[in-house]
């Protein structure tokens, strides 16, 4: 984000002899900064790019020197998957790996919630087997409040999410993620006009230990961090008022106007208020107990978020399976995650046959049928069945068809759509 001209060489970022002040460089400039705050403060990008190139040629006028070369990084990927014994019965060895996603400005790494995680797979299909990074730095500390550093956030963004996100391929266009819709506008602040950005919270998002999130949890996390000035995400959090919500509409709103409301929904992933309530929000450092400094997730087994990895070890939802030389972190996928409406009724009886067709509610003939091919996988040995028992078209028929079909036993009415996993 563009928005380094304010944070990083505005006068007010010159923190000297506190350490931990952004402006590092100690740079001042009265007239500099007058654009940095025009610039960060406008109303909309065309004024904000304005302001923003006018700074941009006093920085560059001042600065001392100008280097000759900068770090240019890549990340690489196997085109294949790898032989690992005993894993999946070697189904997916020598399978090319399809789907990575190069993200401007992060590579297969990837921002926010990393989409390549979520969507690379073995050729054939459509999910499955194991997504190995490696890191160059060990996450000393994982904690969606307190961690600061680049590869922490490869983990914790993992586990977590914001309400909206960068576009893989644009980073100047963000996606409604945990809403479905968001709008910017603005709100009376005592006289002043700020900015607001309005979303529409999805209905039934779990939190990893199956508790549903509510705009409380929104309004929570935005307040919980900014009193415990969360590092990473402090940039995003400073201007934030207030929240205010009717049903799953739910206005964010800031102190200021500005542009960048929306990057800031980007830039603050959700917290569970019924996780962290008892840890009042204390400054970094301050290890009162009980307080957010003190409070180690990790340690407590409450790494607990609504991403599309979760941590699970020893049948325990929030523990962590990692070793203790911190060497490995396995993340589990969540069975929950934007789970797809899918239809398991797909047998019927027609003159005391079973057959392929939909009768309007899931019963013993879908449930049957699924337990009957369960085990066969493509090729499969039953080109008329075994593709339909297949409810979730993963290409094996197993015990999440079966979980499928009985979670939706007796259920009616899929011509009026399909139910919601969750009631």
Not at 62 to 67: E, G, K, R, S
Not at 248 to 258: E, K, L, V, Y
Not at 291 to 298: A, R
């Amino acid at each position: 984000m563009p928005d380094m001209y304010y944070e990083i060489f505005h006068s007010s970022k010159d923190t000297y002899p506190y350490t931990d002040g952004d402006n590092y460089n100690r740079y001042h400039n009265q007239e500099f900064d007058t654009l940095a705050e025009a610039f960060k403060f406008a109303s909309n990008s065309a004024i904000a790019k304005t302001n923003l190139y006018a700074a941009e040629m006093i920085l560059h006028d001042d600065v001392a020197c100008i280097p000759l070369y900068t770090m240019s990084g890549y990340v690489a990927h196997r085109k294949s998957y790898g032989n690992f014994p005993g894993e999946e019965e070697q189904r997916y060895k020598g399978l090319a790996w399809q789907g990575f996603a190069n993200e401007k400005g992060f590579g297969y790494y990837g921002g926010n919630v990393g989409f390549s995680s979520l969507n690379v797979h073995p050729a054939g299909y459509e999910r499955g087997g194991v997504l190995r990074a490696g890191l160059i730095d060990i996450p000393a500390k994982l904690d969606p409040v307190d961690s600061e550093s680049f590869y922490e956030a490869q983990i914790i963004n993992k586990i977590y999410e914001p309400l909206l996100v960068r576009d893989p391929f644009d980073s100047s266009i963000y996606l409604p993620w945990m809403c479905s819709s968001y709008t910017e506008g603005t709100w009376n602040n005592g006289g002043r006009t700020c900015s607001k950005v309005t979303v529409e919270l999805l209905p039934n998002i779990l939190w990893h230990d199956s508790v549903i999130v509510t705009p409380a949890d929104i309004n929570f996390t935005w307040a919980y961090k900014k009193a415990a000035t969360s590092v990473a995400e402090y940039t995003s959090l400073k201007e934030f008022h207030h929240c205010s919500w009717v049903g799953n509409t739910i206005d964010i709103c800031f102190n200021q106007t500005s542009w960048l409301a929306v990057s800031w929904l980007a830039g603050v992933t959700i917290i569970p208020e019924h996780i962290f309530a008892a840890y009042p929000p204390t400054k970094p450092g301050d290890n009162t107990v009980p307080g957010s400094w003190s409070f180690d997730p990790e340690a407590e087994n409450k790494l607990i978020g609504t991403g599309p990895y979760r941590c699970i070890a020893d049948g325990v939802v929030g523990r962590i399976d990692i070793s203790a030389g911190r060497d490995y972190i396995l993340l589990s996928a969540n069975p929950s995650y934007y789970r797809e409406l899918i239809q398991p009724d797909f047998a019927t009886v027609s003159g005391g046959n079973v057959v392929p067709g939909h009768n309007g509610k899931v019963d013993i003939d879908d449930f049957g049928m699924t337990i009957g091919k369960y085990g066969d996988i493509k090729p499969w040995t039953d080109t008329n069945w075994s593709p339909v028992a297949d409810v979730n078209k993963d290409f094996v028929v197993d015990l999440d068809d079966i979980m499928e079909t009985g979670a939706r036993f007796g259920q009616l009415g899929y011509h009026d759509g399909y139910p919601s996993y969750y009631t």
